[in-house]
């Protein structure tokens, strides 16, 4: 069992259009190779509108737990203020006896990163943690095999934690039944996700775009999967836009010896396919985005057998 | 007066448009500060060029155990949310990269035996633009997980006096960096394409504005490449659309090339201006309830 993850640093440089058309060609291309899907890209999960997947197990998904004063226990001493260093925490009328006027405190459950400092030092024991309903993950059945997603509410926390609720149940669904691998529309960005994403994976397929924000952002998460000591490869998505950037990652990659897998070209057939609900190689096999995309695949399966 | 400028969906636009607004306003001679809150891939400064004069490390605290008086009693592992600390065998272990600096197993350790030791998460960094507008950034070390202190401590720090149109740049998606990013704005503007995906993040964003109670507007970006379902979203969600941008390769390849669009597009800055003085009105109106 292998795991490949689809990165890209810069949001918007196709990683779901790319996983999507692996996802299609790992199924029915020149080699059948079983794929399990996950799209860790869980607050802003977008794989589901290309795969359409039937539902078969939904869970919930319970985040981190927020602070709740009981403004009724409260005696206003202002320790919490004191203790908190997430700014949650804010005076406020007593909310159920205004006639008696007096302050109580408010926790404001978007701030509160759930420490839990408060309930410890409060002494009137005024303050409970409450688990907070996060959003939902499912495991589904999509064209292709296998689909792990989810659904994390807007404005919720975690996010790097149900990522690793995703990858987890993938892998196991991946074990139990002999699937050969685990292929993981990543999030965009550096940060906590990405680190969830990246985890345990085999091999790293970074999407690159020739602008000088993709080749900044670029270089950021060659750093992390280099930090966290995964084999990265890069292909260039959108690679006649900007010729010379092309060039300069290409040049980038000979010097650090790391493996360019190929150039795909602007294709708005890209587009149209989402549009369609389908990846771009069941839309327009023959188009010029879909073609590429088949050599990066191969070149990308090559790598995975070098792996073993 | 402070826009927040957000998507959901990555790519779509924000950047461009955030740095676009920045410089129409700069050249009505207004005050203009910006600040760019994606801390894990930003790329505002790129098309700005600012010149950093200020910069300053954030830490956060972690604990650090006195081996000696330590007792081993694992009152800190109980209070511990994060599984940051924990006993072994009587040994107390400190994983720093999991811990958020909350202060709390200090406060409860019965001994005494925590300080707390700084630990760089990353780093902000200021100064100026060639036209004068107040640029600052945050960037997260590479491998730390933790994007959110870097950006409140960004929206804390006063290198510069206080600006009068403040943009904040926020990055993709609809946790909690977002949310970081936005909150205290007084206006919303989403950046989006008219493409299944952009009108599916796009609602997540929105939804987002709704629950922060600030109110939003649309920009539509690549105009025309994919489908009209975003048009009637947006009409039917009540969310105006602001302006549209084509399109066009011309575009496309400026700012590949570190252009902003008024810079490719002269024409844009009166349609940036004019788009301000509506946001004024609503927040105007806003400020009024």
Known sequence: MKQLVILSGKGGTGKTSVTAAFAHLAAEGEVSIRAVLADADVDAANLELVLSPKVEEREDFWGGQVAQIDPQTCSECGTCIEVCRFDAIYPCPRPLSPWEGGESYWIDPIACDGCAACVYQCPEGAITMQPQLAGEWFQSQSRYGPLFHAALRPAQENSGKLVTVIKQHARLLTMDEGYHLVLVDGPPGIGCPVISAVSGADLALIVAEPTVAGIHDMHRVLQVTDHFGVKALVCINKADIYLAGAAEIEAFCQEQGIEMVGRIPFDTTVTHAMVRGQPVTVYQPESPASQSLREVWRKVVDALERLA | ?289
């Open chain 2, 1 to 289: 007066m402070i826009i927040a400028v957000a998507s959901g969906k990555g790519g779509t636009g924000k950047t461009t448009v955030a740095t676009s607004l920045a410089l129409s306003l700069s050249a009505q001679d207004r005050a203009v500060s910006f600040l760019d809150c994606d801390v894990e891939a930003p790329n505002a400064h790129l098309f700005l060029q600012p010149e950093f004069q200020h910069t300053r490390a954030v830490n956060r605290l972690t604990p650090q155990v006195d081996e000696e008086k330590c007792s081993g009693c694992g009152r800190c592992a109980e209070v511990c949310q994060y599984h940051a600390i924990v006993v072994l065998g009587g040994k107390t272990l400190v994983f720093p990269e999991l811990c958020h600096g909350c202060g709390s197993c200090t406060l409860e350790c019965p001994e005494k035996t925590i300080t707390e030791i700084p630990e760089k998460l990353g780093i902000l960094e200021a100064g100026y633009t060639p036209e004068g507008i107040a640029f600052a950034r945050g960037l997260l070390d590479v491998g730390e997980p933790m994007a959110v202190p870097i950006i409140h401590q960004l929206k804390k720090w006063q290198p510069f006096q206080p600006q009068g149109i403040a943009i904040w740049d926020s990055p993709p998606g609809t946790s909690c960096p977002v949310v970081a990013s936005i909150r205290g704005a007084n206006y919303l503007l989403l950046v989006t394409e008219p493409t299944p995906f952009g009108l599916h993040d796009l609602k997540l964003a929105a939804q987002l504005g709704t629950e922060l109670e600030i109110p939003a507007g649309v920009i539509v970006n690549r105009d025309g490449v994919g489908d009209t379902r975003l048009d009637e979203f947006c009409q039917q969600a009540g969310i105006p659309i602001l302006m549209r941008i084509p399109l066009e390769r011309e575009i496309g390849a400026g700012v590949a090339q570190g252009k902003s669009l008024v810079e490719i597009r002269p024409e844009y800055r009166a349609r940036f201006q004019e788009m301000f003085a509506q946001i004024e009105a609503v927040c105007a109106a806003e400020a009024q309830k």
